[in-house]
């Protein structure tokens, strides 16, 4: 699995909000417009995180 960082639109500015998926290695394919989420098949998470630091996370 993959975890993933995701914004409504692919927005990258302080302001929009982000949530966190899980996403099958094998289907996380980044194109010429970013990955996009399927949430009826992409899981969000809220669990502990890979992710080192970053903003707005404070678990």
């Known amino acids: 699995m993959t975890e993933v ?5 692919g927005k990258r500015d302080e302001r929009a909000e982000e949530r966190r998926f899980l996403v099958p290695s094998d289907d996380y394919d980044v194109g010429r417009f970013g990955f996009v989420i399927d949430e009826t098949k992409h899981v969000a998470y809220d669990g502990p995180s890979s992710f080192a630091s970053g903003r707005g996370r404070t678990s």
């Open 5 to 9: 960082i995701a914004t409504i639109g």
